[in-house]
């Protein structure tokens, strides 16, 4: 049984940081890419990136040069670095996989506000 675990989400200001984590079980973690996605309120949930098996990365245009992602295989947990938050970053983050079918954690909220 395949399951993501995301933490790490709250409140900050514009320009802050945050650091979301997933943690994945079920799974052998360190053979499958891993994904974040995010979804506004009355928009639809948008990738935002992903980190290979070999730890190759990709991101949007809307979050390059501002956020990380990273892996550690020892932990099973995927990372989300989120450096200069924009208001607009403001969405519940979803980690994501893909075995067959997609898996996804059940989000947290990052709410970006002065």
């Known amino acids: 049984q395949v399951q993501l675990v995301e933490s790490g989400g709250g409140l900050v200001q514009p320009g802050g940081s945050l650091r979301l984590s997933c943690a994945a079980s079920?799974?052998?973690?360190?053979?499958?890419?891993m994904d974040w996605y995010r979804q506004a309120p009355g928009k639809q949930r948008e990738f935002v990136a992903q980190?290979?098996?070999?730890?190759?990365?990709y991101y949007a245009d809307a979050v390059k040069g501002r956020f990380t992602i990273s892996r550690d295989n020892a932990k099973n947990t995927v990372y989300l670095q989120m450096n200069s938050l924009k208001p607009e970053d403001t969405a519940v983050y979803y980690c994501?996989?893909?075995?067959?079918?997609?898996?996804w954690g059940q989000g947290t909220q990052v709410t970006v506000s002065s």
């Open positions: 994501h996989t893909y075995w067959g079918v997609d898996y």
């Open positions: 079920g799974i052998i973690f360190r053979i499958f890419a």
């Open positions: 980190i290979t098996s070999e730890s190759s990365t």
